[in-house]
């Protein structure tokens, strides 16, 4: 089958809307093919990861404006939190469906397990407390402060440092190495699993021509796929 030249928009439409002329694609080389989805992936990548910085964004927005009319004092020393606040607080991250409580006081066991008994049923949480961070994905981690001021270089932290790192140009710092980091895993996850599952319908493909003795090679079926 004799290649034809095809730009890029017009692949698109063929792939989206004209199945009758997907034997043009048939004709193309499998490397032409994977520079098609190479774009695609990219573009796609791209606006996935703008849509999820500019939700990001928010959070880090509303993050901050929390901080800054709840929370009257903020000081990490000597591996020790300290949060002043009128009331023990809890915040929620709609955005990404998270729960975050706050409580450096001196603590019971039983009072932690109601506090985790508390983020048991939510999708994720985090607990702040005195000496330690509890996260919860699926299920709860204990991370010493200790052992995070190590690993980072952390040495102290208070209120108006936080609020400087949620504003201006660092917020924008932020987001961008967010929104660069986001691109380049989502093109990863997303190329290699439309790859996997071209070569898997080709795969399957050849076989139902084989079953009906239709004569199509099978670069033209990954092509397809």
Known sequence: ?????ISFWKRICISVKNVEKYQILAGESIKKSIVY????????????????????GNVVTNLKNFIEQNIE????????????????????????STKI????GELT?????????????????IMLLKDKVIIKNQIPSAYNYSDIAEQYEIGTINKQDIIEKLSGK??????????????????????SSVLMDALVLAILGYITCSIL???????????IA
């Open 1 to 5: 089958m004799e290649e034809q030249k």
């Open 37 to 56: 989805l190479l774009k695609i992936m990219i573009i796609f990548s791209l606006v996935v990861s703008l849509a999820l910085t500019i939700k990001f």
């Open 73 to 96: 004092e903020i000081n990490y020393k000597d591996n020790k939190l300290n949060v002043v606040a009128k009331e023990n607080l809890t915040y929620y991250i709609d955005e990404v």
């Open 101 to 104: 409580i706050i409580n450096t």
């Open 109 to 125: 066991a039983e009072q932690q397990a109601e506090y985790a008994e508390s983020l048991k049923y939510e999708f994720n949480g």
């Open 170 to 191: 660092n917020q924008y710092t932020l987001c961008f190495v967010f929104f660069i980091v986001m691109t380049i895993y989502l093109f990863i996850i997303y190329f």
């Open 213 to 223: 003795k239709i004569k199509l090679k099978p670069s033209a079926l990954y092509n």
